[in-house]
């Protein structure tokens, strides 16, 4: 059963920083794409940022030049390093995982997701 784990969320001034961990675990053989999506209220999810095993990347236009997404594939582990944060940034961020292989089934699954951290951004 693969799971990930996120960590990182707060509450942070205008301006400030923080920076999203999301470890995944469950016997796991490679993992291609790893991201952030980001779901306000009233609003539907949508995607932050997303890396590649290769180290690709991909971000919304919202967050190019503030947001840095990476991994460490040894780990299983992606990041997102969050810079000059504003109100608008405020919603719940999730990790995702897609095309995951386990050792158990060597075949991919799609779309593995982490339970939500709160990124509130205010003052």
């Known amino acids: 059963q693969v799971q990930l784990v996120e960590s990182g969320g707060g509450l942070v001034q205008p301006g400030g920083s923080l920076r999203l961990s999301c470890a995944a675990s469950?016997?796991?053989?490679?993992?291609?794409?790893m991201g952030w999506y980001r779901q306000a209220p009233g609003k539907q999810r949508e995607l932050v940022a997303a890396?590649?095993?290769?180290?690709?990347?991909n971000y919304a236009d919202s967050v190019k030049g503030r947001f840095t997404i990476s991994r460490d594939n040894a780990k299983n582990t992606v990041y997102l390093q969050m810079n000059s944060l504003k109100p608008e940034d405020t919603a719940v961020y999730y990790c995702?995982?897609?095309?995951?292989?386990?050792?158990?089934?060597?075949?991919?699954?799609?779309?593995?997701w982490g339970q939500g951290t709160q990124v509130t951004v205010s003052s």
């Open positions: 890396i590649t095993s290769g180290g690709s990347t």
């Open positions: 469950g016997s796991i053989f490679s993992i291609y794409a």
């Open positions: 995702n995982a897609d095309y995951v292989v386990t050792i158990a089934t060597m075949t991919p699954s799609r779309d593995y």
